[in-house]
């Protein structure tokens, strides 16, 4: 190759080879410079975590009071820790206030902030209002407390203002000042009273899940059957009910309450069972029961109370995918019917049952179309689906076309409250954001009053519900809102710059779409109705059947099962599978086949009802195949009624002629008064074994010939029997002549002769009675299946 090389030239010379080198290096060392650059990069950044910005989490416990005056202290504890590699010296907590912010918008991206950024946070009050840590080990905590007159927070006027609690330190490998860690909340002020303060209506939701099932006990009672025990841990001291009851009495709130759950509670107060896998075992939680329903009624009387339709049911999910299943919005409707008895009759108080809630006030014309289609005139949405645009909040409510009022909740007010509220630091950061949130809506307009409507979610946690609770305690002194009830708010006076039209289809969360109850989800409940229809019509006593399933298929419909679908299928099945068995309780019995021999006959079929209640109102049809070879009735089938008491069965004959000898499939088949089929039909073979004229003939002349046996066998006993008495009465004759003198002619005559047509002491017998003819069976027929071999009466 060398030489190669040198014949073509193209062997670099000494010098050559020296530049080449000379700009290879020249090339490499912003490459290794650069690779040197990458590798070092993350060791920086892990430094600068180990150390810098960050390093150190503060958490704020407390503040208090949420929301001051000039006059007040303003107390705030927490907790340091050092999430760092390094220890932090020369440590100091201080407080920051901010300037005063001027838009809900600006709350928003305070709170959305990170890390500490210089210039956009404010300066520290300093000393005398700081705490020192001279010392924070890595991966310890200590807590703080700063106590600060709120005269010395430097509040010009009245407004939502930043406060930040940092903490300011150095590490071994940063000796100097910097800010390790910081929290950001809100301070609202507000030192008098506003001129028009804003008028807030909270909604207070009382809703669970679907607890009862449609079964119910066999006695008199009817027991509830529950599908497990959960609600009682939600009723007791400590669980989420009890605390939204316990919490609730005490605030100016709009009680929201599901039936469904009052009736669920209702029902846990008596005898209940509750399933536990195969079996049922009784449940002991009746007085955690009736505490809480006593608590409830105390805590709502003099309130305003709104019931939602019964078990709560899904409006978006029957708009979008259920309003096309025949059947499914009448379900809304006797929900709507059930809701404002089911409240008077537990809690006594009469409620409103004219409003609408969609999950997360989520409208679309859809929505509202079937929310208002029950009758209810007002449809509960939220600001963050009904969109205004406008520098300002305006009033909740608003007119729609067809003379539905949307009341348009505050988004950010009704979201407040979400997450996990467990952490006091959560809690605190949720209340003084709730309470910026209200001033900072009041501030936008002072001069005008506006009504806004709160609604948190539909199941708060307890952390949830005593955050809620804080934060409307913080509104209690009044300065800037004033209660109000949510039926006033409906009909307060609308913002005319408020947008009224409602969103269209596409503007429909795709997440909230996404949980919605699917087409074949109500579909099933079709089912389940349209066999529950069947079913009532044929019973004395439908009222013991028919509510306990309504009600349930309510349940299939609940919102509660967003997020849940396989919880919901299994649900709607076990609900379809015991109506089914209750359906099968009345059912027709199994015959084998029967043989018909001669032109005509009745054939039974058995119809059994183990319910425990009568039926009426069915109709048994038994259909021939063959209407040539045997007819029923002279036709091809046959319809008899039929009514069955409770436990009993009933045998139903039908009358059938044949015409030809063969086979002849037999239908027998339940129908309702309607003409709807009733279970499943069932079939058997009658064989037909025609006798025929010859037949009949021999038959006939066989028993002539035994008849006339039989008079000459009777004839020839009564010449003998004649024979044998006049024998006898010659004998006697003689006897008396022998002992007595002889009379003149008196000894060739007997003195009587017995007829030979009668017998002594029994009278004359008649020719067709013979003396081995049996008594007649009139003894009733068993209603028992039929065995093999079976001939039918004939």
């Known amino acids: 190759m060398a030489e190669a090389a040198a014949i073509q030239g193209t062997v670099p010379s000494p010098a050559r080879r020296w530049l080449r080198r000379a700009a290879s290096f020249a090339v490499a060392v912003p490459l290794l410079t650069g690779l040197l650059q990458g590798v070092s990069a993350p060791t920086a950044e892990a430094a600068e975590k180990a150390s810098g910005p960050g390093s150190v989490e503060v958490s704020l416990d407390t503040l208090t009071p949420s929301a001051p005056v000039e006059s007040d202290t303003l107390t705030i504890t927490g907790t340091v820790t050092n999430e760092g590699k390094q220890a932090v010296t020369n440590a100091t907590v201080d407080l920051r206030v901010g300037p005063r912010m001027t838009s809900r918008s600006e709350i928003e991206d305070v709170a959305a902030r990170g890390a500490y950024r210089e210039g956009r946070d404010p300066a520290p009050l300093g000393k005398p209002y700081s705490v020192a840590i001279p010392r924070l080990g890595a991966g310890l905590s200590k807590d703080f407390t700063l106590t600060v007159p709120v005269a010395k927070l430097g509040l010009d006027d009245a407004g939502v203002y930043q406060l930040g609690i940092s903490l300011t330190g150095q590490s071994a490998s940063q000796s100097y000042d910097r800010v390790l860690g910081i929290e950001r909340t809100f301070l609202p002020y507000e030192p008098e009273d506003a001129e028009k303060k804003t008028q807030l209506s909270y909604l207070w939701p009382l809703i669970s899940t679907a607890h009862v099932s449609a079964e119910t006990g066999a006695n008199l009672q009817q027991t509830p059957v529950f599908e497990n025990d959960d609600l009682a841990a939600e009723l007791a001291p400590g669980g989420r009910l009890h605390e939204m009851v316990a919490l609730g009495k005490d605030l100016p709130v709009t009680w929201v309450i599901d039936p469904d759950l009052l009736a669920s509670v209702d029902a846990m107060t008596g005898p209940y069972v509750v399933k536990n896998g195969t079996t049922e075992v009784p449940g002991r939680n009746q007085a955690v029961a009736e505490r809480w329903l006593d608590a409830l009624e105390k805590a709502v009387q003099g309130r305003k109370v ?65 929310a208002t289609s029950a009758g209810a005139r007002n449809v509960i949405a939220r600001s963050d689906s009904f969109r205004d645009d406008l520098s300002y909040t305006p009033t909740s409510a608003r007119p729609i076309a067809g003379g539905t009022t949307a009341i348009v909740s505050d988004a950010l007010l009704s979201t407040a409250f979400q997450g996990d509220l467990i952490r006091a630091e959560n809690s605190t950061l949720a209340v003084q954001a709730f309470l910026a949130q209200s001033l900072a809506t009041t501030l936008e307009m002072p001069e005008k009053q506006r009504s806004i409507v709160v609604a948190p979610q539909r199941m708060p946690t307890s952390a949830q519900a005593h955050s809620m609770a804080a934060g409307l305690k913080g509104l209690s002194a009044g300065r800037w809102t004033q209660p109000q009830d949510l039926q006033a708010a409906a009909v307060a006076q609308p913002d005319p710059d408020a947008s009224q039209r409602v969103p269209n289809n596409r503007a429909y969360p795709r997440k909230l779409r996404a949980q919605e109850l699917s087409t074949a989800a109500f579909q099933a409940m079709k089912e389940t109705s349209d066999e529950l229809d069947d079913f009532k019509v044929i019973l004395t006593a439908p009222d013991r059947v028919v509510p306990p399933f309504t009600n349930a298929i309510s349940r299939e419909m609940s919102t509660s099962w967003r997020g849940e679908a396989p919880s919901a299928a299994l649900y709607r099945n076990e609900v379809l599978v015991y109506l089914r068995s209750l359906t099968q309780e009345v059912q027709l019995i199994e015959k084998s086949d029967l043989t018909l021999s001669g032109r005509s006959a009745t054939i039974p079929v058995t119809v059994q009802n183990k319910l425990l209640q009568g039926v009426d109102h069915l109709v048994l049809r038994l259909s021939s195949a063959n209407k040539t070879r ?13 009514k069955i008491n409770g436990g009993h069965s009933q045998s139903v004959k039908f009358p059938a002629s044949a015409n030809a000898n063969g086979p002849v499939t037999m239908t027998a088949q339940l129908y309702t008064e309607d003409g709807t089929p009733y279970g499943a039909p069932m079939r058997f073979t009658v064989k037909v074994s025609e006798i025929t004229p010859t037949v009949m003939l021999v038959i006939a002349g066989g028993v002539l010939l035994l008849v006339l046996a039989g008079i000459r066998m009777y004839s020839q006993r009564k010449r003998a029997a004649a024979r044998n008495a006049e024998s006898e009465a010659e004998a006697e004759a003689a006897d008396e002549a022998a002992e007595a003198e002889p009379d003149t002619g008196a000894g060739n005559t007997p003195e009587a002769g017995g007829d030979p047509g009668t017998t002594a002491g029994n009278g004359p017998r008649t020719e067709s009675e013979q003396p081995s003819d049996p008594t007649p069976d009139t003894g009733s027929e068993s209603g028992d299946p039929s065995g093999p071999g079976e001939k039918v009466d004939r």
């Open 630 to 642: 045997l007819q029923l009735d002279g036709e091809a089938f046959a319809e008899l009624p039929v």
């Open 306 to 370: 709104v019931a939602l339709p019964f078990a709560d049911p899904d409006l978006a999910s029957l708009a979008h995918h259920g309003k096309e299943v025949p059947g499914s919005l009448s379900h809304l409707q006797q929900a709507t019917a059930l809701a404002g008895s089911t409240v008077e009759t537990v809690l006594h108080v009469k409620p409103s049952t004219d409003f609408s809630w969609p999950v997360d006030g989520a409208v679309d014309p859809s929505v509202m179309a079937v």
